[in-house]
T-cell receptor
Framework: DVKVTQSSRYLVKRTGEKVFLECVQDMDHENMFWYRQDPGLGLRLIYFSYDVKMKEKGDIPEGYSVSREKKERFSLILESASTNQTSMYLC????????????FGPGTRLLVL | GEDVEQSLFLSVREGDSSVINCTYTDSSSTYLYWYKQEPGAGLQLLTYIFSNMDMKQDQRLTVLLNKKDKHLSLRIADTQTGDSAIYFCAENANAGNNRKLIWGLGTSLAVNP
């Protein structure tokens, strides 16, 4: 079974703090994704990566950066957290071959005060 | 541009069938997907269909694809209270080499006893 884990289920941070969200997958998938999910807005893609050290901007990259130093790990960084980054953050991974199905982690609910 | 649309809410009685509908715009999609999200959790793949198929059945789930009308539906037979969740439709975006999925906003299914 594919397993995608995220470092925290719940996180509370203060405005201006640097925040790291970690995601690890154990299926040797090439592709990894970070989304945020907000009521009424569905899933919005922040960044994705299709290989180690490669990254591509998604639809809403502003205020975020990412790091992929190892194939299994994809980190999302909020350089200076703001209250409008309070959200549910979802990580996913997918293989290159086959139906490109994305497998999701359980999510991290981030509250920025 | 690419777009996926779903109705936002559906309410059914326990034991009835549920039909969740989705329309998409990218005719070059090779796969279309249905995901389920239970409260506070990540997304879980329910099923996917290859674009050259009209129908796929998996136990209580039936997926119908009308490629001419770019319409996808998910039918859940004998709906149970445990089926209450948000259901997302998605298609793979074939533009470039990006492995992205294009997501609908999700349909919230309420199952009433």
């Amino acid at each position: 079974d594919v397993k995608v884990t995220q470092s925290s289920r719940y996180l509370v941070k203060r405005t201006g703090e640097k925040v790291f969200l970690e995601c690890v997958q154990d299926m040797d998938h090439e592709n990894m994704f970070w989304y945020r999910q907000d009521p009424g807005l569905g899933l919005r893609l922040i960044y994705f990566s299709y290989d180690v050290k490669m990254k591509e901007k998604g639809d809403i990259p502003e205020g975020y950066s990412v790091s992929r130093e190892k194939k299994e790990r994809f980190s999302l960084i909020l350089e200076s957290a703001s209250t409008n980054q309070t959200s549910m953050y979802l990580c996913a991974s997918s293989p290159d071959l086959g139906p490109e199905t994305q497998y999701f982690g359980p999510g991290t609910r981030l509250l920025v005060l | 541009g690419e777009d996926v649309e779903q109705s936002l809410f559906l309410s059914v009685r326990e034991g009835d069938s549920s039909v969740i509908n989705c329309t998409y715009t990218d005719s070059s999609s090779t796969y279309l997907y249905w995901y389920k999200q239970e409260p506070g959790a990540g997304l879980q793949l329910l099923t996917y269909i290859f674009s050259n198929m009209d129908m796929k059945q998996d136990q209580r789930l039936t997926v119908l694809l009308n490629k001419k009308d770019k319409h996808l539906s998910l039918r859940i037979a004998d709906t149970q209270t445990g089926d209450s969740a948000i259901y997302f439709c998605a298609e793979n975006a074939n533009a470039g080499n990006n492995r992205k999925l294009i997501w609908g906003l999700g349909t919230s299914l309420a199952v009433n006893p």
